[in-house]
Structures are given as structure tokens and as C-alpha cells.
């Protein structure tokens, strides 16, 4: 039996956490013949809290000690990220060989620890690019001369991480242009979507069923993380235009949380549009009321880093047309080819409410490209077949 371990960043619970590639690909591997060990830390990004019991899982699942922070950007973070370095390297000297070590990226600290590990054993390493660091870091920077004075080591660092992989994998064209840019000794690399299986995703949406919607009601939705890379301030007041139209019947619901919530439950207030706001739901309860909207938003802040994302595949499983606002072409050109939702202008109110009202009138449109949606998904983020990928990389 070939042994992998899939080093990952942050603890990731299943019950809250369950549709996440962290948890996904070892349990993946697991059921397809590998002995597969997850190493991550004891400290939950998204709940801010240390763990204090790891959850019982098929494969064996490692956490090792970090101290921790209240603020996604901050100096604790920095130092947080680098305890767990060290507690990784600690426990890595002394772990027996494995035949192969995947590395999720970023931290770029994390993944040179695990190639250290893998050269030293004789391992091939691969790295699996989930987002591209410190390039994001320039939303919170909000200047490129600072970012390049400040980020530039970064970028140094984040160079060798993609030099030194066997192979690289990465969730969108755009991520794995990136790591490719620097690593030539990779002949092609490979692009899996994050994605979502989509057999669990037609389970979990049953319980639509058990959700009340008012028969003339339209749902406009918003899932994910409530931040500085999304633009919920554009969102929001183009949904106060289009009460102030005499939509009325439509109501806008936010599924997640994040650090700007309380932000953003102010401006509801201010506005007086009366957004029904659920926070952080278990992934079951957020796929049922995905299934019960009419129109589903994803709205990022302009230079937002992201590319491919897990919002994408929920959103096509779901079969709800898209209003996006996200910049990347990669995205863009996805809605345009399978005719799946509309892109509005980036951080544009007015646009974007032009947008959302034109589905809202047209409810044929809004039929055919939910449709069209989920054909786009079967195609590129069904886990059920995608995965399958890692399999031949291995």
C-alpha cells in the first residue's frame, strides 16, 4: 500500500467544514487504496479556536501545536503561521519515508518544511496551489508600491515553493500559469478545480423541501465568506435600488461569516432592506436553501486574488443562474462559453442591480442558465469525476 501525507494549514472540522479539499482528497485517497496521514494544525482559521480533539476518520489525521490569532491580517498571524512551521519540522525529522507528499499552498513556510521532508526520504513532492500568496495581500496593502516593498521577500519565498515541486497542481488555469511561470523543470501541470461532489450536493438539497418560500417571492443568495475580498457593500445597495423599484417581493439571504459581519449588519440597518442573514451554516443547510434561490451572487472587491473557487461549484451544482462581479478572465470567460449567469461591472451598483432585475424580470433566462450552470459543473467540478485526476498523478 503506497503512503501519502497530505500536509494542510489550518484544522478544517467535518462537521461544519465537510466540502473542503482539505478533508476531501485524504479521505479520497483513502478509499482508494492509499495509506494516507493528514497533517494540520491544531488552530481553526474560520472559528478563530484551538481544537481540542481530533474527529474520528478513516485515515489518521495529525495536529500539531500553534498559538494562534483573533485578526486574518495581522502581525500574531505571521508569528502563528511560523510556530506551526516549527512544529511541523519537529515532527517531520523524526517520520518514517512515505512514497509521496501533496502540499497544500499557500503557506509557502508549511510547504518548504514538507519538500525538506520529501527530499530527505526520497519522496516525490506535490504541491496543490489553492490560492496565490502574497499577491492577495495587495487588497489589504491597497497600494502597489507598498506591496512591492513589502511583499517582494514574499514573493522570493513563494518562488521557491513552486521550484522545488515534482508536480504542480493548482484549482484554476490561472493559479497553475503562475507556479509554472517559475518551475520549468514541470512539463504541463495539472488544473482540478476545488469543486464539490456533486452526488453528496443532490443528497443534502432534498431538505430544499422542508424550507417555506412564499410562491411569488424571488430569492436573491450570497454564500461564503463575509470579508475584505468580497464586495457585500455594492451587493447590498444595489438591493436597496432594486426595492426602491418595487421588487419587493425579492429577498436577499447571506449565508457565511467572517470579519466584517458586524460591518456589514450595520449597513443593513442603515439601508433598511431587512437581508435575512443566517451566518456560518453546516454545508447541508446551505446546499438546501442554495437550491430554494432564484439568482446567486458572487460579488468581489476589485483586485480581489481569487480565481476558481469552492462558491463556483456549489453555485453550479446548484442550477441557479450567476450574477458575478469578479474580474478574473479565467471565470468570465466559464459564465460566457456555457451562457450560465451575467457579469456585471466590477464594484458598479447600478450595474449590478441592472443585472439581478433582468433575471428577476425575465424568468425564462433565469431558467436556462441555471441549467446551462449545471451542465458547467458536471462538466468541470464534480468531485465524483475530477478527482480522479489524482489518481493518475499518482
Known amino acids: ?12 472540522d467535518l462537521k461544519i467544514s465537510s466540502n473542503n479539499r482539505n478533508n476531501y482528497l485524504p479521505q479520497f485517497l483513502h478509499n482508494n487504496g ?12 474560520h472559528r478563530k479556536e484551538h481544537v481540542k480533539e481530533v474527529e474520528k476518520r478513516d485515515y489518521k489525521c495529525t495536529i500539531l501545536p500553534e498559538i494562534g490569532y483573533k485578526k486574518n491580517v495581522s502581525i500574531k498571524r505571521i508569528f502563528s503561521i511560523r510556530s506551526y512551521v516549527k512544529s511541523l519540522k519537529k515532527y517531520l525529522k523524526t517520520k518514517e519515508p512515505v512514497d509521496y507528499v501533496i502540499s497544500f499552498v499557500p503557506d509557502h513556510g508549511v510547504a518548504q518544511a514538507a519538500a525538506k521532508y520529501a527530499k530527505r526520504v526520497g519522496a516525490k513532492f506535490i504541491i496543490d496551489v489553492r490560492d496565490v500568496w502574497p499577491e492577495t495581500f495587495i487588497i489589504a496593502l491597497k497600494s502597489k508600491l507598498l506591496y512591492n516593498l513589502v511583499c517582494w521577500p514574499l ?3 513563494a518562488n521557491k515553493t513552486y521550484r522545488i515541486a515534482n508536480e504542480v497542481v493548482a484549482v484554476s488555469e490561472t493559479y497553475l500559469k503562475r507556479a ?6 514541470v512539463k504541463g501541470g495539472h488544473v482540478i478545480y476545488l469543486g464539490t461532489s456533486f452526488s453528496e450536493f443532490d443528497f443534502f438539497a432534498k431538505k430544499a423541501e422542508d424550507i417555506h418560500k412564499d410562491e411569488n417571492e424571488v430569492w436573491v443568495m450570497y454564500t461564503g465568506t463575509i470579508g475584505n475580498s468580497y464586495d457585500l457593500d455594492s451587493l447590498f445597495r444595489a438591493y436597496r435600488l ?9 429577498k436577499l439571504h447571506v449565508l457565511g461569516n467572517g470579519p466584517l459581519e458586524e460591518k456589514y449588519h450595520k449597513l443593513d440597518k442603515e439601508l433598511n432592506t431587512k437581508i435575512i442573514f443566517y451566518g456560518r451554516r453546516p454545508y447541508s443547510e446551505m446546499v438546501a436553501y442554495l ?6 451572487i458572487n460579488t468581489l472587491v476589485k483586485g480581489a486574488g481569487q480565481s476558481i473557487i469552492n462558491k463556483h461549484a ?13 474580474t478574473t478572465q479565467e471565470y468570465i470567460d466559464l459564465l460566457n462559453k456555457y451562457n450560465a449567469g451575467l457579469t456585471a461591472k466590477n464594484e458598479d451598483v447600478n450595474d449590478l442591480k441592472d443585472k439581478i432585475i433582468y433575471l428577476i ?8 442558465m441555471g441549467k446551462n450552470h449545471r451542465i458547467m459543473g458536471e462538466k468541470l467540478f464534480d468531485r465524483d469525476k475530477i478527482y480522479d485526476q489524482f489518481l493518475e498523478i499518482l
Open 1 to 12: 500500500m503506497k503512503k501519502v501525507i497530505v500536509v494542510g494549514f489550518t484544522y478544517m
Open 155 to 157: 514573493v522570493l519565498q
Open 34 to 45: 492509499y495509506d494516507v496521514e493528514l497533517i494540520v494544525s491544531n488552530f481553526n482559521h
Open 291 to 296: 437550491k430554494k434561490a432564484d439568482i446567486v
Open 314 to 326: 456549489d453555485y453550479a451544482a446548484s442550477g441557479v443562474p450567476v450574477v458575478s462581479t469578479q
Open 242 to 250: 432594486i426595492l426602491d423599484e418595487g421588487y419587493t417581493n425579492v
Open 361 to 368: 424580470d425575465n424568468p425564462q433566462t433565469r431558467f436556462k
Open 180 to 185: 509554472l511561470s517559475v518551475n520549468k523543470k
